[in-house]
């Protein structure tokens, strides 16, 4: 239903003249999350499968698609203002973001390879185009043209893995490799097989989600897309990626894990070290995010390394309150501009936020310590559960690792907060649209208080884990 909708959508905007108005599509995502919330409601069962069972909803999956839809509600109303500050109305970009929303949707309901490849590839041409979309810039169309490289070589590993698995399995269905995989008669020759098909699957994977050593297209593409853009792809794909992991590790990489876990314990350490290395010299506060964002990605690797019930649920308890606060840092950067509307591009324009608007200060300041998992904040509480996990399993290498960067990453964020509050560098006032000051001031909620409302959905995760087939 909620799909019908999204293509309802496309229909509308279709028949729209500019991006102008864009309020009616907020209403109607209202109503999308609405309808969807309904299907959960009148869904009791513990999954029901459609198109001949390549299709899973489940409440995991609703849940999911909730969480995706609130967060374009917030979305297109940030791009709305980016678009009237920069007086683009680009008639096209709604059509496209739809578009790539209903690729996301289905990613989450797929429980095969091959609709799950196709999904991937639609999301990934709708990412090349938005990175590009002004075509008027060189900048622009140079980091469209990387990200269609790399997006493109990452592709292929993906379906190679995939055409493997189709002809050593004779399906491309999740629960009958699935099946066929727990068979004890299996060979260690055709394990080694199966390693070998799953590992080009699972390196596809990494590149798409920037994790190091895969990310050196990430800065670029960060710069380079409109900042809106960059919004965009910094959540959602990475959303959508993380469940396609999530699945592939509950139903094949975890008879695996014995081989796999050492990959992600190597990408862990390299997101980690290259993200928090470079972040110290970033003066661009875009590509200071970006590598934030590669660093924060070690923790999900932590996450399928250690492979229990707990660090699977805290991937996503880490990953929901994550998508928020960068939703709030953007709508900051955005909407916020030195006088005279000039942009915010480097770390020391945020000098003297605090002097000339200290609510903004310290709403921005808040933001920040939740990312560097300050408590009580809820990023503090995403970091705690994860390190649980790992102290739990006994993984006490990772586990102190993981400890060691959470302190000395709080350094570069502490960079922010002192030039927010402590420079004397520049001497401007900023604009004080005291509007989208209490509207920023939602996502101050959400990083302070979003444990309070998380630790259902923490409860829901886990049973709807220990209520699952599958022995971890």
């Not at 469209?144 to 055409?163: D, R, V």
């Not at 998992?373 to 399993?393: A, D, E, T």
Request: with cysteine; glycine share 4%.
């Amino acid at each position: 239903m909620s799909i019908v909708m999204l293509i309802s959508l496309i229909i509308i905007s279709l028949k729209k003249e500019n991006y102008k108005n864009l309020m009616q599509m907020v209403i109607l995502g209202y109503i999308i999350t609405i309808v969807i919330i309904y299907e959960s409601v009148i869904n009791t069962e513990i999954g029901v499968f459609i198109w001949n069972y390549n299709i899973k909803l489940d409440n995991m999956t609703v849940l999911l698609k909730i969480i995706v839809l609130l967060f374009m509600i917030n979305y297109i109303y940030i791009g709305k203002r980016f678009f009237d500050y920069e007086k683009m109305y680009i008639k096209e970009y709604i059509i496209l973001i739809l578009i790539a929303i209903i690729s996301v949707l289905i990613i989450m309901m797929s429980r095969e390879f091959f609709i799950l490849y196709l999904a991937i590839e639609l999301q990934n041409l709708i990412l090349y185009i938005l990175t590009s979309l002004r075509r008027w810039r060189s900048k622009s169309i140079e980091g469209g043209m990387k990200y269609y490289i790399m997006g493109s070589f990452s592709s292929g590993l993906l379906i190679y893995g995939i055409i493997m698995l189709w002809g050593y399995f004779g399906t491309l269905d999740y629960i009958e490799i699935n099946y066929i995989i727990q068979d004890i008669t299996l060979k260690e020759l055709e394990f080694n097989y199966i390693k070998y098909m799953c590992f080009f699957l699972l390196i596809g994977l990494l590149f798409k989600l920037g994790v190091a050593p895969f990310h050196w297209w990430v800065p670029e593409i960060y710069e380079g897309a409109p900042i809106i853009v960059t919004l965009f792809f910094s959540i959602i794909p990475k959303l959508s990626l993380i469940v396609i992991l999530y699945n592939i590790y509950i139903y094949i990489l975890i008879y695996l894990n014995w081989f796999f876990s050492f990959i992600f314990f190597i990408v862990c350490i390299f997101s980690l070290i290259l993200g928090f290395i470079y972040s110290l010299y970033q003066k661009k506060i875009i590509k200071f995010l970006a590598y934030s964002s590669i660093f924060n990605a070690g923790f999900f690797m932590a996450c399928f390394n250690n492979g229990t019930y707990l660090s699977l649920i805290s991937v996503m308890y880490f990953f929901i309150p994550y998508m928020f606060l960068l939703l709030g840092i953007f709508f900051f950067l955005i909407v916020f501009r030195k006088i005279r509307y000039e942009k915010i591009n480097l770390l020391w324009d945020l000098s003297l936020v605090a002097n000339s608007n200290m609510l903004l200060g310290f709403i921005i300041a808040i933001l920040f310590f939740a990312l560097a998992g300050i408590p009580p904040l809820s990023g503090f509480f995403g970091k705690f559960f994860i390190l649980l996990s790992l102290f739990l399993n006994n993984n006490f290498l990772l586990f102190f690792i993981l400890m060691f960067f959470s302190v000395i990453s709080s350094f570069y964020y502490f960079r922010v907060i002192r030039f927010l509050f402590f420079s004397n560098k520049l001497d401007y006032i900023f604009l004080k649209p005291y509007l989208n000051v209490t509207l920023l001031s939602i996502y101050v909620f959400i990083a302070v208080f979003f444990i309070l409302f998380f630790d259902y959905i923490y409860l829901f995760f886990f049973n709807f884990l220990s209520f699952s087939n599958l022995v971890i």
